[in-house]
């Protein structure tokens, strides 16, 4: 009953800036926190911001600290992913989530999410 839609990603040079964006809809109230996580062919899945409804607690995963800004618009219930001196290894599906209501786990953990978007594919070329 709720959709979340990635936008943004596309293919850019090493060391240029993309911004990705996550619109929520569906019959919910635009109140928890989203957390940004991405996936490289053959890797894992790993965390890299989260941010609470107010936009005061931003969490960075050490990889993108400093190279990356998370923000939200809550009126138009869109969260945001600015990205910064992008490098190769950024390369990769970036996926928005929305944060489970009364979850006692870490930000990092994907158990934490209960709905997830379909992704949007970030390619950094040198």
């Known amino acids: 009953q709720v959709q979340l839609v990635e936008s943004g990603g596309g293919l850019v040079q090493a060391g240029g800036s993309l911004r990705l964006s996550c619109a929520a809809s569906?019959?919910?109230?635009?109140?928890?926190?989203r957390g940004w996580f991405r996936q490289a062919p053959g890797k894992e899945r790993d965390f890299v911001a989260a941010?609470?409804?107010?936009?005061?607690?931003?969490y960075y995963a050490a990889s993108v600290k400093g190279r990356v800004t998370a923000s939200r618009d809550n009126a138009k219930n869109t969260v945001y992913l600015q990205k910064n001196s992008l490098k190769p290894e950024d390369a990769a599906g970036y996926y928005c989530?929305?944060?489970?209501?009364?979850?006692?786990?870490?930000?990092?953990?994907?158990?934490?999410?209960?709905?997830w978007g379909q992704g949007t594919q970030v390619t950094v070329s040198s």
């Open positions: 989530a929305r944060r489970k209501v009364n979850y006692s786990g870490g930000y990092y953990t994907e158990g934490g999410y209960d709905y």
């Open positions: 569906g019959r919910t109230f635009s109140s928890s926190g």
């Open positions: 941010i609470n409804w107010s936009g005061g607690s931003i």
